[in-house]
């Protein structure tokens, strides 16, 4: 039963496609995140959410637009491919509330992105 | 945010231990040191959290001294399935919100 999944696994499109990425937590977290890890393989956050709520948007292009319908699915939706993005998008999730100890996120498989 | 700094990448043979070593000099009082472990074509994964001295669990064990400036990740007895991108993070929960990964020490175990 998988904690974080998120589908496709894999997307190959052309530029200038709009294109959507979805992920679902059944962990009960409260908190879920999308991360983007380029060909250099350097993780950078992108978004977080907090009980469905916009909490960080680390200047992203307006053409990303994520989507908390419920606090167990975060969907990334991004429009107007560009080459530039190409990666692996990683969905996770963590529970913050008034927990001890430093945030703990659990990451989903990874979405391999090609833009040609 | 605290930066760390990690060794960008470490080679080992089968059985050995091997020791990746996390300098983060600016750690604030309520910071805690995480570590995460990557395989290809997979999401980091959690292997151990620790605040002071010493704390082991099934997978390794992380050793941090009386400073709290570094600290040290333990693998013991490696195998080639230990081969991965190790990640060292400081943070507490108060800024969790944007937690941010650095390059990370790529752990290449020879047989």
């Known amino acids: 039963d998988t904690a974080v999944s998120q589908t496709p696994k894999y997307l190959v499109t052309q530029m200038g496609n709009d294109k959507s990425i979805k992920c679902e937590q059944n962990l009960g977290h409260d908190t879920m995140y999308w991360y983007k890890q380029d060909s250099k393989k350097f993780l950078k956050i992108m978004f977080s959410?907090?009980?469905?709520?916009?909490?960080i948007n680390e200047t992203v292009p307006n053409r990303f637009s994520p989507k908390s319908p419920d606090k167990a699915h975060l969907n990334l939706h991004i429009n107007s491919l560009e080459l530039g993005d190409s990666a692996v998008y990683f969905c996770a999730s963590s529970h913050l509330g008034n927990s001890l100890g430093a945030n703990v996120l659990t990451f989903g498989a990874g979405s391999r992105l090609t833009v040609l | 945010l605290a930066k760390t700094t990690q060794p960008i990448s470490m080679d080992s043979y089968e059985g050995q231990e091997v020791n990746i070593t996390c300098s983060h000099n600016?750690?604030?009082?309520?910071?805690?040191i995480t570590w995460y472990q990557q395989f290809p074509s997979q999401g980091p994964r959690f292997i151990i959290q620790g605040y002071k001295t010493k704390v082991t669990n099934e997978v390794a064990s992380l050793f941090i001294p009386a400073d709290r400036k570094s600290s040290t990740l333990s693998l013991p007895r490696v195998s080639l399935s230990d081969t991965a991108v190790y990640y060292c993070?400081?943070?507490?929960?108060?800024?969790?919100?944007?937690?941010?990964f650095g390059a990370g020490t790529r752990l290449f175990v020879k047989a």
């Open positions: 959410y907090n009980n469905k709520e916009l909490i």
């Open positions: 600016n750690i604030a009082t309520n910071d805690y």
């Open positions: 993070l400081v943070g507490d929960s108060a800024g969790g919100f944007k937690t941010i």
